[in-house]
């Protein structure tokens, strides 16, 4: 569903990424893990072009997201992207946040909007706040609300980079719920994030990034129990402590 082929990545002198090469197998649920500023953040968001990059390739779900032809809209219309702050609109409502995207990029009719967005938000467990306003919301509320909204233009894979990190820790768990329940129904996710219980529970596959590189990639139960990288060890072991 998505590859990566010698990857690079420049801020001026600074390289972020280093020859990144690797791929998330339709279905697959791939976490990836490893240090503050190990690049985690930045090759995410290459994935939808977020982050443009300075070599190598990338195709998503079979087309090569940097080819001329590409309608970049059309492409980020069909890849999930669930952000750190949320980013609803404060001016909608709840259910008007969801309906957006589908009425004025999928041209979806306002009843089938409403109809797909209240569905969503039951599936996320916030049915009775359709009338609310982000701000009545809590931090793992409105998460929930992001992650709805994502899902409403259907999208084959959804991406995650750290979607748990600016809530409190008693709203983390109803965030990870929802993520566990897309990853039961096969959804193909990839997840920046430092919840290493939710790696081990969920994942198909660990990615260990540090300094732009990918380290190791394993199984959870082989990443948690015995990692090869000197590296993945230290970091292992440094959660532990």
């Known amino acids: 569903m998505i590859q990566f082929s010698k990857v690079n990545k420049w801020y001026g002198e600074y390289r972020a990424l280093v020859d990144v090469t690797a791929e998330v197998k339709r279905g697959e649920v791939v976490v990836v893990c490893g240090p503050s500023g190990s690049g985690k953040s930045t090759l995410i968001r290459t994935v939808n072009r977020l982050e443009e990059i300075q070599g190598g390739e990338i195709t998503v779900d079979g087309t090569s997201i940097h080819q001329a032809s590409l309608n970049l809209n059309r492409f980020r219309s069909r890849v999930g992207f669930v952000f750190q702050q949320f980013n609803l609109f404060p001016h909608l409502s709840v259910l008007d946040n969801i309906c957006l995207a589908p009425l004025k990029a999928a041209g979806k009719s306002r009843v089938d909007a409403k109809q797909q967005a209240l569905t969503l938000l039951d599936r996320v467990g916030l049915s009775s706040k359709a009338n609310a306003y982000p701000q009545q919301l809590s931090g793992g509320q409105q998460q929930r609300v992001a992650i709805a909204r994502a899902l409403a233009m259907e999208p084959p894979v959804m991406l995650f980079d750290e979607p748990t990190s600016a809530l409190d820790p008693e709203m983390v768990g109803e965030v990870l719920n929802v993520m566990k329940s897309l990853a039961r129904d096969g959804m193909t996710m990839m997840c920046v994030t430092h919840e ?40 292992l072991s440094d959660l532990r402590h």
């Open 196 to 235: 290493m219980g939710f790696a081990r529970e969920v994942s198909d596959s660990v990615w260990f990034m540090d300094r732009g590189e990918i380290l190791e990639v394993a199984d959870p139960q082989t990443f948690f129990r015995s990692p090869v990288h000197p590296r993945a060890q230290a970091f």
